[in-house]
């Protein structure tokens, strides 16, 4: 049984900059592929990015983040990271860290996950 905790989530203004720390327990954390999804106020959990089980592979929901979000994991310390640079009021949601079979191809949907942190939140004010 793996346990995710997320962390680093908090309030900041448009163009500010946070990063969230997911760490991992109770299992292998390089079995597993791990995502980065976001659920906005009465909206749905979406997919934000994935990184494979050895940091070498990233996917974006959208391209377009790349200049402005960054993946990253150390699987020597069981954890997981998204830089989040320049952010914007419609960044705000709770975003919350998953792992999934390494051998899994796919990042989506959120069901295929088997493990999900608590959630951190995360406002951008205008």
């Known amino acids: 049984q793996v346990q995710l905790l997320e962390s680093g989530g908090g309030t900041v203004q448009a163009g500010g900059s946070l990063t969230l720390t997911c760490v991992g327990s109770?299992?292998?954390?390089?079995?597993?592929?791990m995502a980065w999804f976001r659920q906005p106020p009465g909206r749905d959990r979406v997919f934000v990015v994935g990184?494979?089980?050895?940091?070498?592979?990233?996917?974006y929901a959208d391209d377009s983040n790349k200049g402005r979000l960054t993946i990253s994991r150390d699987n020597t310390k069981k954890a997981m990271y998204l830089q989040m640079n320049n952010l914007k009021p419609e960044d705000t949601a709770t975003y919350y860290c998953a792992a999934i079979n390494a051998g899994r191809r796919t990042y989506v949907p959120h069901t295929i996950y088997d493990y999900w942190g608590q959630g951190t939140q995360v406002t951008v004010s205008s």
């Open positions: 109770g299992g292998t954390f390089s079995d597993y592929a």
């Open positions: 990184i494979n089980w050895s940091g070498t592979s990233r996917s």
